[in-house]
T-cell receptor
Framework: QKEVEQNSGPLSVPEGAIASLNCTYSDRGSQSFFWYRQYSGKSPELIMFIYSNGDKEDGRFTAQLNKASQYVSLLIRDSQPSDSATYLCAVRHSNYQLIWGAGTKLIIKP | EAQVTQNPRYLITVTGKKLTVTCSQNMNHEYMSWYRQDPGLGLRQIYYSMNVEVTDKGDVPEGYKVSRKEKRNFPLILESPSPNQTSLYFC???????????????FGQGTRLTVV
């Protein structure tokens, strides 16, 4: 059974600080990794994807991938209250299947 | 604008009463999928479709049916709903970025189903 694990949280971070979200996966052959943000009662929306080892930056967001250790993380710099949401990690399983983590709830405290 | 549209957004029904949740997309994409989302369990795939008349089971297909008679529509059918099917349901368009070998899921607005 292929699995994606996330700490459910909530993770509480002061406004302006760096929020660090982590995800581990079981399938060593996985190639593509995604971070989605989901506000309460809304549908998930894609923030970033990464498929190469190392860091990928997009504005305040940085995705980090370490295939040897089988983890992927998301850093949010200068956290804002509007970043408060649940963050879902997803791993590509096939051309049309993603395996999802249960999500980490992030709370940014003003 | 690319869209995946689900209806209804909210539904309360009784055990055993057949229901259909509709899903339509305006992008002519082949791949579509249904997920359910439950607290602590994340998104779990119910069924997916690779093209018209081509569907397959996901991780939790029991108690559900789907059909794909045309590319645009992908309805989810609960023939005899039970309380354990109370959940938040999402229809998703699966978009493949073939050059990079990546997959992206673009979601409908969600349907909150309560079975009493």
């Amino acid at each position: 059974q292929k699995e994606v694990e996330q700490n459910s949280g909530p993770l509480s971070v002061p406004e302006g600080a760096i929020a660090s979200l982590n995800c581990t996966y079981s399938d060593r052959g996985s190639q593509s990794f995604f971070w989605y943000r989901q506000y309460s009662g809304k549908s998930p929306e894609l923030i970033m994807f990464i498929y190469s080892n190392g860091d990928k930056e997009d504005g305040r967001f940085t995705a980090q991938l370490n295939k040897a250790s089988q983890y992927v993380s998301l850093l949010i710099r200068d956290s804002q209250p509007s970043d408060s949401a649940t963050y879902l990690c997803a791993v590509r399983h096939s051309n049309y299947q993603l395996i999802w983590g249960a999500g980490t709830k992030l709370i940014i405290k003003p | 604008e690319a869209q995946v549209t689900q209806n209804p957004r909210y539904l309360i029904t009784v055990t055993g009463k057949k229901l259909t949740v509709t899903c339509s997309q305006n992008m002519n994409h082949e791949y579509m999928s249904w997920y359910r989302q439950d607290p602590g369990l994340g998104l779990r795939q119910i069924y997916y479709s690779m093209n018209v008349e081509v569907t397959d089971k996901g991780d939790v297909p029991e108690g559900y049916k789907v059909s794909r008679k045309e590319k645009r529509n992908f309805p989810l059918i609960l023939e005899s709903p039970s309380p354990n099917q109370t959940s938040l349901y999402f229809c998703a368009r699966i978009y493949m970025l073939l050059l990079r070998g990546n997959t992206e899921a673009f979601f409908g607005q969600g349907t909150r189903l309560t079975v009493v």
